[in-house]
């Protein structure tokens, strides 16, 4: 037999080919011999085989994944406190403004976080089975979406602007100021969307620590650019510039903070320093790699979309307490503080969710199911630990923390009241935070999808209607307030009920999240 025969021979034998073991571009024909990529198991100690968590131990792996990220987290909140503080200093009008576009910018958000997910858990698989080619992929056809999805995401919110406001009840002047800051952001937008897909591919390669550079320098962009165009004071220091841009100089400032960070995370990607490169042919569109990010996708957008809507309802609901009162837009702008000063709270559960999306997924491509519930038992337990202190602090001193943010009278006020209420549910929300992360990472984004859904709607928000007490209404811009649904509870606790209804929600959510976890159905799909 001639040993063309007998190569002819072994290749009819084999198995037929995966396309998602493959390289894309010699699944779509190019090149003269297809290629099969062997899955990489675990190393003889039990850790990682390949990546950059290769030769790591658990406990190692989850460190050096959630600290950065923990660090990121509080520097990207710490771009709204910023804008909410130097509003503050402004007026109550464009405080409500700036709370009422962190609604918006949430919208942008969900759009970037669904690519996000998506390309986390398709890098992190085709890490633990030793596919570069396949990452690579998915790292260009990332940033390909992202720059779509970003021009199109920016064009719809700068058109609905006007709509939202009305749909708020928002003052004349608190509406002015959100159109002003809502159309620059819109321009900013494809930047925000490159940065933050870039960072979600960094983690899925298991790099949580150089995204921090880029995250650093947008926030110090952010910073001094918001700062010097506002025309705002700020803790003493005298503002020695003559701009006066008011909401419209912060929204400068966040639009490029995020153009400078999207810049130096594109350079990383480019120079291949999360050990998966950007290729100029991987920008190229793929359309089974596309296929693979919008599987996932779509159900995560679903996901965060009903999250989002059904929160919107409750900044309408908030909107429709002013309007009871009497007080305007004012309780939207203690809400929206309330929210800020509680999104400290939820980033070591952010945090340590990413670790555990990360190792799940990696571990899962690896082929062990066991050290990947291990890694999300043990990244839920330091979330907890973290968070139930800083619900301690929410209901000891509320009102010195909500002091280093405003010194407006109604913040001080009423915010810490709220504060004392999401503090008491500290520890179920980390649950439902890692829980949630963690099958997201391995792919289980239907179910997750599903679940949100049904908390938002069936829980969540009936909860904070019928405890709040006043019927859902909106005013138009004639000034002519139309009630969309009247109140039939008894109950009316105001905002605290609100509170009350959401953070309640959330106890439910986290023993939801923490019976799929134990089922351990999480781990079974496929990517």
């Not at 803790?235 to 995020?258: K, Q």
């Not at 301690?392 to 009241?417: C, K, N, T, W, Y």
């Not at 039939?488 to 923490?514: D, K, T, Y």
């Amino acid at each position: 037999m001639t040993k063309d025969h007998e190569h002819r021979r072994k290749a009819a034998l084999r198995p037929p080919l995966d396309p998602e073991t493959m390289d894309p571009s010699e699944e779509a024909g190019v090149g003269s011999r297809r290629v099969r990529v062997q899955k990489c198991k675990l190393a003889p100690d039990g850790t990682l085989a390949t990546g950059r968590l290769a030769g790591l131990s658990l406990n190692a792996a989850i460190w050096v994944l959630s600290w950065p990220v923990m660090v990121e987290s509080f520097l990207n909140s710490f771009v709204g406190l910023t804008d909410t503080a130097l509003a503050a200093q402004i007026g109550e009008a464009e405080t409500t403004a700036i709370g009422a576009a962190s609604y918006i910018m949430w919208f942008i958000g969900l759009i970037i976080m669904a690519l996000g997910v998506g390309a986390t858990a398709l890098i992190a698989r085709s890490i633990g089975k030793g596919r570069q080619a396949v990452a690579d992929a998915v790292l260009g056809q990332t940033v390909l979406l992202s720059w779509i999805s970003g021009i199109l995401t920016g064009l719809f919110i700068a058109a609905a602007a006007g709509p939202v406001a009305s749909l708020l009840s928002l003052s004349t002047e608190a509406a002015a100021a959100f159109d002003d800051y809502i159309f620059v952001i819109a321009c900013g937008v494809p930047a925000a969307s490159m940065l933050f897909t870039l960072i979600a591919c960094a983690r899925g390669a298991g790099d949580s620590i150089r995204p921090l550079w880029a995250m650093m320098l947008r926030n110090v962009v952010n910073l001094l650019v918001s700062w010097v165009l506002s025309g705002v004071d700020v803790y003493g220091f005298s503002n020695p510039f003559s701009f006066n841009m008011g909401v419209t100089g912060i929204a400068l400032g966040t639009v490029c903070g995020d153009i400078a960070g999207s810049l130096l995370i594109l350079s990383m990607a480019i120079s291949g320093t999360w050990g998966i490169r950007l290729r100029r042919k991987r920008l190229r569109p793929h359309w089974h790699t596309i296929r693979r990010l919008i599987r996932l996708g779509v159900p995560n957008f679903l996901e965060t979309l009903g999250m989002w809507i059904g929160n919107f309802i409750v900044i309408i609901l908030v909107g429709s307490l002013s309007i009871a009162s009497g007080t305007n837009a004012e309780l939207l702008g203690v809400h929206v503080v309330a929210i800020r000063v509680e999104a400290f709270s939820f980033l070591p559960g952010f945090a340590m969710g990413m670790a555990a999306a990360t190792l799940a997924g990696q571990y899962l491509g690896a082929g062990s199911e066991t050290l990947a519930r291990k890694a999300v038992i043990r990244s839920t337990i330091v979330a907890a630990a973290i968070m139930a202190l800083m619900g301690a602090a929410f209901m000891l001193i509320p009102r010195q923390i909500v002091g280093l943010i405003s010194d407006q009278a109604s913040h001080l006020e009423q915010v810490p009241d709220l504060l004392r209420i999401c503090g008491a549910v500290q520890v179920p929300f980390a649950v439902a935070i890692a829980f949630r992360a963690a099958m997201r990472g391995a792919g289980d984004v239907r179910f997750v999808m599903i679940l949100t859904w049904f908390a938002t709607y069936a829980l969540r928000l009936p909860a904070a209607f019928l405890l709040c007490g006043a019927d859902l209404v909106f005013r138009t811009e004639g000034g002519e307030v139309i009630t969309l649904l009247p109140n039939p509870s008894p109950i009316e606790w105001g905002l605290n009920g609100i509170w009350i209804g959401l953070c309640g929600e959330m106890v439910i959510r986290g023993m939801i999240f923490a019976a799929r976890f134990v089922h351990g159905g999480w781990m079974k799909n496929k990517v």
